[in-house]
T-cell receptor, first 115, second 111 residues
């Protein structure tokens, strides 16, 4: 079964450093998402992306965050200057159609620790 | 966004059926009812979804009340691998596939 893959699985970074989390969505999918989950808390929506632009973003997704699809396969989340509170599991997701009845596929996540 | 209410936790015995309830009294006519689950240290995983009629797939069944104000996810024979947090999520017409996760129900399965 096709799957969403994410790298790295775990990254430790110093506060103030830039971090790029990478995702390879399922190949024929057109809509891409980033979610995050702080330890012990619920999964939170960050941003959705379609046709090379952001279609929706949450309040969490401030100017420190950016997303990019640099080529036909990768989808990246960049955190420009990490803060301690950015420590979380970040999940990439994708779906073929942005329809209400469609399945969204998640990756295994990238665990980011900011020290 | 329409909200859902689920019990915080439930317990089941292995190989017994499990019924996970979800209340969504403010559901609108175009909202789909989705269920996802999250196994420990993994990403959320699609389980099943429906609109009005009951649905079955290889993982589970979804029973939707006639007034659509509640639904029940049914695992016919729970296994230890089914221990996870189960999320009942409504996806509305204008949500564009974005999932709004609640706290979900943490299911534990005893051998």
């Amino acid at each position: 079964e096709p799957e969403v893959t994410q790298t790295p699985s775990h990254q430790v970074t110093q506060m103030g450093q830039e971090v790029i989390l990478r995702c390879v969505p399922i190949s024929n999918h057109l809509y891409f998402y980033w979610y995050r989950q702080i330890l012990g808390q619920k999964v939170e929506f960050l941003v959705s992306f379609y046709n090379n632009e952001i279609s929706e973003k949450s309040e969490i997704f401030d100017d420190q965050f950016s997303v990019e699809r640099p080529d036909g396969s990768n989808f990246t989340l960049k955190i420009r200057s990490t803060k301690l509170e950015d420590s979380a599991m970040y999940f990439c997701a994708s779906t073929h159609l942005r329809a209400t009845g469609n399945t969204i596929y998640f990756g295994e996540g990238s665990w980011l620790t900011v020290v | 966004d329409a909200k859902t209410t689920q019990p915080n936790s439930m317990e089941s015995n292995e190989e017994e059926p499990v019924h996970l309830p979800c209340n969504h009294s403010t559901i609108s006519g175009t909202d789909y009812i989705h269920w996802y689950r999250q196994l420990p240290s993994q990403g959320p995983e699609y389980v099943i979804h429906g609109l009005t009629s009951n649905v079955n797939n290889r993982m589970a069944s979804l029973a939707i009340a006639e007034d659509r104000k509640s639904s029940t996810l049914i695992l016919h024979r729970a296994t230890l691998r089914d221990a996870a947090v189960y999320y009942c999520i409504l996806i509305g017409h204008n949500q564009g596939g974005k999932l709004i996760f609640g706290q979900g129900t943490e299911l534990s399965v005893k051998p």
